[in-house]
T-cell receptor, first 113, second 114 residues
Framework: GAGVSQSPSNKVTEKGKDVELRCDPISGHTALYWYRQSLGQGLEFLIYFQGNSAPDKSGLPSDRFSAERTGGSVSTLTIQRTQQEDSAVYLC???????????FGPGTRLLVL | GENVEQHPSTLSVQEGDSAVIKCTYSDSASNYFPWYKQELGKRPQLIIDIRSNVGEKKDQRIAVTLNKTAKHFSLHITETQPEDSAVYFCAATAFSGGYQKVTFGTGTKLQVIP
């Protein structure tokens, strides 16, 4: 079936604006993850969902970041009052369950001017 | 929390030689260790993984070894080819009380020289 999809693929915004990033996991995958990857850097874990629940939000960089998942499927990552340091690729992944293989989406490239 | 260290940060090998990338972790609760390959501009893709009840796993030219006592695991690529050039990430996943924590290493940029 279809893999993990993310939208938009690219987003340019002005400092101070809010942005919303979307992730469509593989159908049937109960676990969903959000990561951030700055240019040339490693993967920074942000948050994961098991179903619609996010047991651990400690990875979110600040209270400007929030995420939700509804219907055990689509997830949105919202960044309020964006800052230039938020510029990065935001990757989403899903897995059949906890400890399952994570399949990554193509990412959303966010540029905050 | 978990701390994963990955070495080396860059690695250049001649085509046909072997490449070894090592990771260490700190949380003894970690019990799942995947390796991802990320080609330039592309998404990370799982290439091999190992669980804590296994000491070694092999898939064609790729193998992973795990030493739980020493808390380190390694990726071995034999007979390297130019298409193996990419950034490789290790990860350690710990499960506790229904919670999951995944920590990635900082990545190794592998260059295979033809």
């Amino acid at each position: 079936g279809a893999g993990v999809s993310q939208s938009p693929s690219n987003k340019v915004t002005e400092k101070g604006k809010d942005v919303e990033l979307r992730c469509d996991p593989i159908s049937g995958h109960t676990a969903l993850y959000w990561y951030r990857q700055s240019l040339g850097q490693g993967l920074e874990f942000l948050i994961y969902f098991q179903g619609n629940s996010a047991p651990d939000k400690s990875g979110l960089p600040s209270d400007r970041f929030s995420a939700e998942r509804t219907g055990g499927s689509v997830s949105t990552l919202t960044i309020q009052r964006t800052q230039q340091e938020d510029s990065a690729v935001y990757l989403c992944a899903s897995s059949l369950g906890l400890a399952g293989t994570q399949y990554f989406g193509p990412g959303t490239r966010l540029l905050v001017l | 929390g978990e701390n994963v260290e990955q070495h080396p940060s860059t690695l250049s090998v001649q085509e046909g030689d072997s490449a070894v990338i090592k990771c260490t972790y700190s949380d003894s609760a970690s019990n799942y260790f995947p390796w991802y390959k990320q080609e330039l501009g592309k998404r990370p893709q799982l290439i091999i993984d190992i669980r804590s009840n296994v000491g070694e796993k092999k898939d064609q030219r790729i193998a992973v070894t795990l030493n739980k006592t020493a808390k380190h695991f390694s990726l071995h690529i034999t007979e390297t080819q130019p298409e193996d050039s990419a950034v490789y990430f290790c990860a350690a996943t710990a499960f506790s009380g229904g919670y999951q924590k995944v920590t990635f290493g900082t990545g190794t940029k592998l260059q295979v020289i033809p």
